[in-house]
């Protein structure tokens, strides 16, 4: 989105090299090359112009705690643990866990 402005040609961002292929086959295309770049260039330009907009400020850490939502804690509200403390569970087949691990942030840092 940086360069662009400041390049006469069209640029593209594309996250990995598997989705350079299209790009390129596009960007060669006599038939859908303009339509292509155009919607890129429009694209681009609406998210620098997104970006340089001004940020919503934030409001003083007085004000938020005024405006906080009050709570009243109730001892018999809040679940007590039944065990504090390490456990270690020896021998215990990782197949169990499988189905209990949440492999989002993997999937979202490596995509």
Request: hydrophobic share 40%; glycine share 4%.
């Amino acid at each position: 989105m940086k360069i662009a402005p400041h390049y006469s040609e069209p640029v593209v961002h594309v996250l990995d090299a598997s989705r350079a292929v299209p790009v390129t086959t596009s960007l060669l295309s006599e038939e859908g090359g303009a339509d292509f770049v155009a919607k890129h260039r429009a694209e681009y330009d609406a998210l620098r112009k997104a970006h340089a907009a001004p940020r919503r400020s934030g409001i003083p850490i007085e004000t938020a705690r005024a405006r906080r939502t009050p709570i009243e804690w109730r001892a018999e509200d809040l679940a007590t643990p039944e065990f504090l403390g390490v456990r270690v569970l020896e021998d215990f087949p990782l197949a169990t866990l499988r189905e209990f691990i949440d492999w989002s942030p993997f999937f979202h840092t490596w995509n």
